[in-house]
């Protein structure tokens, strides 16, 4: 159970660090874009 819960973790970890550093980098593209373009 506790591996399972680990395993889940890190990849939401994983996940959230991966959409906020494309966030992060995306910013000037992102700002000539719509949010769902």
Known sequence: ????VIVI???LIGFFSLFLFTRILGKQQMSQ?????
């Open 9 to 11: 973790v890190r990849g």
């Open 33 to 37: 874009l719509t949010f769902f373009d």
């Open 1 to 4: 159970m506790n591996e399972t």
